[in-house]
């Protein structure tokens, strides 16, 4: 019987794999889309996501930033990383970086529909596959997690993101952060000729009405070529618990605050390897605790910025305050980071 069948080839199922394959399990992927898979996203590694990919051996080709700058209409702030560089990679040279590693060690992908889920005391099923363990990796809107009861509501304004590649020389080795009323947008280096820009709003329009509420990035990107956009959201996804029986939540999947921190990879790379050794101990259960005291930081540090920003009079002094207390910014930024 194989171990553990994993649902969803993105970033947190192939580094579900690689955990798996180096523990001696029996693991097969699912995956219903066939190549490379790109998604919005702020493409930006932190330093602990990169040492997690290094020790499994990837090393996805892309831009270093060695920092975090906030920005607004009157200042700016920056707070250098203490353990060594980030990475800016495009989403789909990760992908590939990832698929390649996880064909490297011989886990099996096959691309179908991941089919319906039951289980029992021994096993669980996905459509014609067997095996005694799941783990749900299918994404921020996981078939899984709503078809098993595991997904609550979420309360409060709704966030999307959306993300456009702009060909034009970085101009800075930080990924900078500009604040204005009600979005956020983050400017990523991912080659010597491109980067990255994410824009998080609570607000309808597409990525040209939003760039407007940006004016110096906006002149800046005027006349420069560009690449399609990319959405993704609503961001804020909730979930009752982690696992049911023998089915675990990973990456997107067990929930999420919001893209503001940059640490949804990170999360999803850490609660990989939770989840492995879990399954490895034969204690899904212990899965709950663990995940949730790995990712307390990163979840409170990002719900109380999004919960300040919900609030014009407070968010109007985010910028002000991180350049009124550089330490303070600065080791926020490196909690994160490291």
């Known amino acids: 019987m194989i171990d553990l069948l994993i649902a969803g080839g993105g970033p947190a199922g192939l580094v579900t794999a690689l955990h798996s394959a180096r523990a001696g399990l029996d ?8 190549g490379v898979i790109d998604k919005a996203c702020g493409e930006g590694l932190m330093p602990h996501t990169l040492r997690q990919l290094e020790r499994l051996g990837v090393d996805p080709p892309g831009r270093p930033f060695r920092g975090i700058r906030y ?7 920056d707070a250098a990383f203490r353990s060594g560089p980030g990475r800016g990679v495009r989403r789909t040279a990760l992908h590939a970086a990832l698929r390649d590693a996880v064909m490297a060690v011989g886990v099996p992908v096959f691309t179908t529909e991941a089919g319906a889920v039951t289980q ?25 997690r709503r078809s098993l009861g595991l997904a609550r509501p979420s309360h409060g304004s709704r966030r999307w993101g959306i993300r456009r590649h702009v060909r034009i020389a970085p101009w800075t080795d930080h990924v900078e952060v500009y604040w204005a009323s009600g979005a956020e947008a983050y400017v990523t280096p ?42 993704a959201g609503p ?9 049911t029986g023998r089915v675990l939540l990973v990456g997107d999947a067990a929930g999420y605050v919001d893209a503001l ?9 850490d609660a990989a390897r939770l989840l492995v050794s879990c ?60």
């Open 27 to 34: 693991v097969v992927v699912v995956e219903r889309r066939r």
């Open 120 to 144: 029992d005391s021994t096993s669980v099923r996905m459509g014609a596959l067997r095996a005694r363990y799941l783990a749900a990796a299918d994404g921020l809107h996981s078939p899984i």
């Open 71 to 77: 920005l607004d209409e009157h200042r700016s702030v």
């Open 261 to 269: 921190t940059g640490e949804g990879l990170g999360i999803a790379f």
């Open 279 to 338: 399954v490895i101990a034969d204690r899904p259960g212990e899965y709950d605790r663990q995940w949730r005291r790995m990712s307390r930081r990163y979840r409170l540090l990002t719900s109380a910025l999004v919960n300040a920003g919900a609030w014009r009079p407070v968010r109007s002094r985010i910028v002000p305050a991180a350049a009124a207390f550089p330490r303070v910014f600065a080791l926020a930024v490196n909690q994160l980071a490291d």
């Open 235 to 243: 961001l804020r996804q909730r979930v009752r618990a982690l696992s």
């Open 190 to 231: 991912v080659a010597d000729d491109c980067v990255g820009i994410a824009i998080l709003t609570s607000q309808r329009g597409g990525f040209d009405q939003q760039l407007c509420a940006f004016t110096a990035l906006r002149d800046r990107m005027a006349d420069h070529p560009h690449g399609p956009d990319m959405a």
